[in-house]
């Protein structure tokens, strides 16, 4: 069965450069969640989407910005890299009726390396 | 607010011991759901378990069993005649049980190692 794809797996920036991570949802998922997961520590929600909209927000800096396109796809954008934006960055797909449930199916991650 | 504790940061045990791994929440909803998480070295999450907070029973499947106990607000996850294979950091998380994509809600893990 087709899981949630993340691309980049592994990421090297340098301090002040920008990133974009890649999300595509299981197919029929119409619900996109961005985690963040630093050295040691638990994932961090920083944002999710239903449908294209913004349905809730966590701990997201101003520097990152996220949107989910009309093929359900999301795409995580840094800017202004700082040393501690290096984690393990995690997005997870999930659908209705699964959905309430909180049943969130999660790809293999990005590695971002901030040098 | 909703809050999961793991207050087991690590914990260590030899092949073919049971180990149990505690987890404790907070939550104002009566609906929400409940999940154990498996992070391997390589770095997945992988899903384990999902129980809602209307369903009691425990559950058991193969080496793993699972005791959910609202009157402590416990979720309490064992591992039976424990392998290598099993070690791990395991997360227990929170849903708050709405249609909105709302957050899952993570503990802060406990690194187990099982020893040869």
């Known amino acids: 069965a087709a899981g949630v794809i993340q691309s980049p797996r592994h990421l090297i920036k340098e301090k002040r450069e920008t990133a974009t991570l890649k999300c595509y949802p299981i197919?029929?998922?119409?619900?996109v969640y961005w985690y963040q997961q630093g050295p040691g520590q638990d994932p961090q929600f920083l944002i999710s989407f239903y449908e294209k909209m913004q349905s809730d927000k966590g701990s997201i800096p101003d520097r990152f910005s996220a949107q989910q396109f009309s093929d359900y796809h999301s795409e995580l954008n840094m800017s202004s890299l700082e040393l501690g934006d290096s984690a393990l960055y995690f997005c997870a797909s999930s659908s209705y009726p699964d959905r309430g449930s909180g049943e969130l199916f999660f790809g293999e991650g990005s590695r971002l390396t901030v040098l | 607010a909703q809050k999961v504790t793991q207050a087991q940061t690590e914990i260590s045990v030899v092949e073919k011991e049971d180990v149990t791994l505690d987890c404790v929440y907070e939550?104002?909803?009566?609906?929400?759901?409940l999940f154990w998480y498996k992070q391997p070295p390589s770095g997945e999450l992988v899903f384990l378990i999902r129980?809602?907070?209307?369903?009691?029973q425990n559950e058991i499947s193969g080496r793993y069993s699972w005791n959910f106990q609202k009157s402590t607000s416990s979720f309490n996850f064992t591992i039976t005649a424990s392998q290598v294979v099993d070690s791990a950091v395991y997360f227990c998380a929170l849903h708050k049980g709405e249609t909105s994509g709302s957050r899952l809600t993570f503990g802060e893990g406990t690194q187990l190692t099982v020893n040869p």
């Open positions: 197919p029929r998922h119409d619900t």
């Open positions: 939550t104002r909803d009566t609906t929400y759901y």
């Open positions: 129980r809602n907070s209307f369903d009691e």
